[in-house]
């Protein structure tokens, strides 16, 4: 028999906010590309993450949650996720096991409208079952049944978390993807610029540090990059960007300690991806309203 043809593709990951995108991403790479927290809407753009095996090279792209809002903000985030369905070569819609109190099995109305978009898409779409981990074996059955009407190549039930059933996923995306040549480097993990990737992990620690509705009014920006790669060393300063006065100072908490916590956990995860000692240097400004202004959008980042 004859060599195993290389493999090289495009799977666009898409669903609802907090269905596990993100963590299945950075599951699937065996790094921490994409941010994570345990709220809805953490991605906020498109997340490129690259898997190279000798027969393959998978090239994921980790999308926003889609979901209802007026918001401009949240609008560029629904966009991104839809725009990116088209440029791929398969889709894979994530859901979550069971929803509600009880893990009951159904279809709410936003993936309903979801599931009903991909039924005009030309490309070959996977269902996944996630967060199966917290669901009762009896009910894995139903829980797949529950989208057999819908014309998927698989439905395939994992759980991000803890990576059961993950292999055979990315076995199967392996499969469907076309032969062709690699079109990135076997060790690369992304094309996303390190500073995106630092200020994105400075957005996690936001998210994690603090609740209610502020950290869906931040932005962050890496203003300054020094690379002193004799010392090895890199200098970081980032701008924490709020809409209010009173939300710069629960940025910074009390004497300090809140910016404090943000910077030490990012500073952390930066160490880690960089493989040198980071300092990084974080500000607080205030961009009165910027989620609902054109400009300052852009000049985040998000247009």
Request: aromatic share 6%; proline share 5%.
């Amino acid at each position: 028999m004859g060599k195993e043809p290389f493999r090289c593709g495009f799977v666009t990951l898409i669903g609802r906010p907090n269905v596990g995108k993100s963590t299945l991403l950075n599951r699937m790479l065996g790094e921490k590309i994409a941010i994570t927290s345990a709220r809805p809407q953490t991605t906020r753009n498109r997340i490129p993450g690259v898997l190279t095996r000798d027969n393959a090279q998978v090239i994921f792209i980790d999308t926003p949650g889609i979901h209802r809002s007026t918001r401009p903000l949240n609008r560029y985030m629904v966009d991104v996720a839809q725009g990116a369905i088209g440029d791929c070569d398969a889709v894979a819609l994530l859901v979550e096991a069971g929803t509600g109190p009880d893990l009951q099995v159904g279809i709410g109305d936003m993936t309903r409208e979801i599931l009903e978009q991909l039924r005009g898409i030309d490309k070959k779409r996977f269902l996944i079952l996630n967060k199966i981990d917290r669901l009762p074996h009896d009910r894995l059955l139903p829980a797949m049944a529950a989208y057999g009407e819908y014309d998927f190549l698989e439905i395939v039930p994992i759980s991000a978390m803890t990576g059961e059933g993950v292999d055979e996923l990315v076995r199967l995306f392996i499969k469907a993807l076309p032969e062709g040549p690699a079109l990135y480097p076997k060790d690369a993990l992304t094309d996303l610029p390190e500073r995106f990737i630092a200020a994105e992990i400075v957005r996690e620690k936001i998210f994690r540090n603090l609740d209610k509705e502020l950290p869906y009014s931040v932005a962050v920006t890496v203003e300054q990059w020094r690379d002193r790669s004799k010392d090895g060393m890199v200098d970081i300063d980032a701008l924490i960007h709020v809409e209010r006065d009173s939300q710069k100072g629960i940025v910074i908490g009390r004497n300090g300690q809140m910016i404090k916590s943000i910077g030490q956990a990012a500073r952390a995860d930066l160490e880690r991806l960089l493989g040198v000692q980071v300092h990084l240097t974080l500000f607080v400004r205030v961009e009165k309203a910027w989620t609902h202004n054109a400009s300052s959008l852009r000049k985040f980042g998000y247009e």
